[in-house]
């Protein structure tokens, strides 16, 4: 089955700063990459996805990339702003069959003002 | 509804008794999840439901979990003789896959306490 790997487990910037979080798969069926944001008490919410025939996208502030060969995807954030600090969850799926959902470990990313 | 729904929002429940944790899902998401947080902790895998069938239940921790899905809506997770380490909060998603893209919604959680 798919196994996800996520790092750093905490990342600390300074306010303004880039940040970049890393997710490995295992999978090669895996074709869809969603990424989430739990916020301190509240539940984990879709930011932003890509799929595996795209090698980036990009969302205001935020980004993904995708290297297919080397079957690893990673979050960006640019310009962060206290509102950022959160913990980040990268998933990985193969949208054919009945596939479950399989999580990165989280990041816990921390502004400083 | 707008979004997945849980309830209850809490429970505290005595060590040795039985709990039902309910989900309702977005009409439509054939696919539903089970996950289990500790605090502090990552999202932990329980049961995936597709339609009201379970192709993986390998996250269930013991035989005193089990899950149903009837209807290919509503879902409930039963702990029977809850445990301390049973304590946590219990999220459920749903999804609707399709061509392209299969996008979890989850829900508020329900946050078990045994004492």
């Known amino acids: 089955g798919e196994n996800v790997e996520q790092h750093p487990s905490t990342l600390s910037v300074q306010e303004g700063d880039s940040a970049v979080i890393k997710c490995t798969y295992s999978?090669?069926?895996?074709?869809?990459f969603p990424w989430y944001k739990q916020e301190l008490g509240k539940r984990p919410q879709l930011i932003i996805d890509?799929?595996?025939?795209?090698g980036e996208k990009k969302d205001q502030r935020i980004a993904v990339t995708l290297n297919k060969t080397a079957k690893h995807f990673s979050l960006h954030i640019t310009e962060t702003q206290p509102e950022d600090s959160a913990v980040y969850f990268c998933?990985?799926?193969?949208?054919?069959?009945?596939?479950?959902?399989?999580f990165g470990q989280g990041t816990r990313l921390t502004i400083n003002p | 509804g707008a979004g997945v729904s849980q309830s209850p929002s809490n429970k505290v429940t005595e060590k040795g008794k039985d709990v039902e944790l309910r989900c309702d899902p977005i009409?439509?998401?054939?696919?539903l999840y089970w996950y289990r947080q500790r605090l502090g902790q990552g999202l932990e895998f329980l049961i995936y439901?597709?339609?009201?069938?379970?192709?993986?239940k390998s996250g269930l921790p013991s035989d005193r979990f089990s899950a149903e899905r009837t209807g290919e809506s509503v879902s409930t997770l039963t702990i029977q003789r809850t445990q301390q380490e049973d304590s946590a909060v219990y999220l459920c998603?749903?999804?609707?896959?399709?061509?392209?893209?299969?996008?979890?919604?989850f829900g508020p959680g329900t946050r078990l306490t045994v004492l």
């Open positions: 998933a990985a799926i193969p949208i054919q069959g009945a596939q479950k959902l399989v």
């Open positions: 009409s439509g998401h054939t696919a």
């Open positions: 439901f597709q339609g009201n069938s379970a192709p993986d």
């Open positions: 999978d090669s069926a895996s074709n869809y």
């Open positions: 998603a749903s999804s609707l896959v399709t061509s392209g893209s299969s996008r979890g919604f």
């Open positions: 890509i799929r595996s025939n795209v």
